[in-house]
């Protein structure tokens, strides 16, 4: 049986994929925050829990030790290195084999191909300067982290959600390598497809040294596009 870390597994994005690796019959180790581990109270009973920052090196080296897959939601808190602290522990303590699927948003451009349309550009700066006043939020160091995976000769992928919003699953999103892409314009993904997508990305080789951006396959712009 496959075994599973997700790191970061109490947000809505893990949650969501710690359903889908349960309902594919994979052992799920789960790492959260110590304050955060209540809402995994209803999961308890099917996968290993390990408390604490998803920064922490000694969490991250234990929760992924004898894992075939690292599911890692990177999120950009504080102004801590939170996001390449915790990318950098994967990277370093993963097994050498493992696939590492990593989270993030359609702002990180692997290659600088990447067209973004001046409404998208707009909110990006005016979020980053917000986020900078309040010290709350460190999108550089999201790109950092990201960066870093990049250069990495690990089996990775990093996936770049759309804008995202609840509901039912509509299936696997479809991606492509540039943001910009007409493919990609209506700009929106059901984060349970979201989290699909993440967990079946495991599977993919051909996913291994991509940037998947992505958007739900019911969308308009999918629809016109293919
Ligand atoms: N939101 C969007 O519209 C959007 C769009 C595109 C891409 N994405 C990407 O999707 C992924 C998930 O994003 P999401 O918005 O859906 O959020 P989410 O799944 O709810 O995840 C938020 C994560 O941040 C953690 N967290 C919250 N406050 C924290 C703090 N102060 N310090 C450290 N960790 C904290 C949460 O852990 P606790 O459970 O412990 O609070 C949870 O693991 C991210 O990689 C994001 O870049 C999001």
């Known amino acids: 049986m496959k075994r599973v870390c997700i790191i970061g597994a109490s947000g809505k994005l893990g949650r969501y994929m710690v359903q889908h690796a349960l309902e594919r019959g994979y052992q799920v180790a789960a790492v959260c925050r110590q304050q955060s581990v209540s809402k995994l109270a209803d999961l308890a009973d099917k996968i290993s829990l390990f408390p604490g920052a998803t920064n922490d090196r000694d969490v991250i080296r234990q929760a992924v030790s004898g894992c075939d897959g690292v599911l890692t939601v990177l999120v950009p808190w504080g102004v801590q290195q939170y996001s390449s602290g915790t990318a950098q522990a994967v990277l370093d303590f993963a097994e050498s084999d493992a696939r590492l699927i990593f989270s993030c948003g359609w702002h990180i451009s692997r290659d600088g191909k990447d067209i973004y349309s001046w409404r998208f550009k707009a909110l990006l700066t005016l979020f980053g300067k917000l986020a900078r006043l309040f010290r709350l939020v460190e999108l550089d160091d999201q790109i950092e982290a990201c960066r870093r995976i990049f250069d990495s ?13 609840e509901g039912e699953s509509q299936g696997l999103p479809v991606w492509s390598r540039h943001v910009g892409d007409p493919i990609l314009k209506s700009n929106l993904t059901r984060r349970i497809d979201f989290a699909l997508f993440m967990v079946d990305a495991m599977e993919r080789d051909e996913l291994i040294h991509e940037a998947p951006a992505i958007v739900g396959c019911k969308s308009p712009s999918v629809i016109e596009n293919s």
Do not use: A, I, K, P
């Not at 000769?153 to 919003?165: A, I, K, N």
């Open 153 to 165: 000769d690990t089996r990775w992928t990093v996936v770049r959600g759309s804008d995202l919003e």
